[in-house]
């Protein structure tokens, strides 16, 4: 069986894309590796990427230079977490106070991790997670 090295990338569909990436470049200052007016892709920690997808605006297949990317498409809110370190925390929920994000639920989970959630302006659960939420993480 070959092996898996990882999620690459993860895909959220939005209703206002503009709106959307400035959200996650707000709040997690991230960086526009690619961009037009069907999707972003964002990069998170260097080693993955975070899809922004207008809703809607991948229903048919996408041909490129290389190929063609199949329709996709979702609805509904959708749920991202993200990495953190168990010592940054307090400063992620200072930092979403400041930005006047509410923190829907807080929950320490059995292995000892902690996980943040709030809502992003599609509606979609995103979370914070220290180590020890999983027991690979």
């Known amino acids: 069986m070959p092996t898996l090295d990882g999620i690459t990338e993860t895909a959220l569909y939005v ?10 470049r707000s709040v997690f200052e991230l ?3 690619r961009s037009d007016v069907r999707f972003c ?8 990427v975070l899809l922004l997808f207008q809703r809607g605006a991948s229903t048919s297949p996408v041909p490129i230079p290389g190929g063609m990317i ?13 990495a953190i370190a ?8 200072t930092r979403l106070r400041e930005k006047k994000i509410p923190i829907e639920s807080r929950v320490t ?20 997670l220290t180590p020890g939420v999983w027991k690979i993480y």
């Open 15 to 24: 209703d206002d894309l503009p709106r959307a990436v400035e959200f996650y």
């Open 31 to 33: 960086e526009v590796l």
């Open 41 to 48: 892709a964002l990069n998170v920690g260097n080693r993955q």
């Open 70 to 82: 199949p329709p996709h498409d979702g609805a509904g809110p959708a749920h991202v977490g993200f």
């Open 86 to 93: 168990a010592s940054s925390l307090g400063e992620w929920e």
């Open 109 to 128: 989970w059995p292995l000892g991790g902690t996980s943040l959630y709030f809502r992003d302006p599609d509606g979609h659960a995103v979370e914070l």
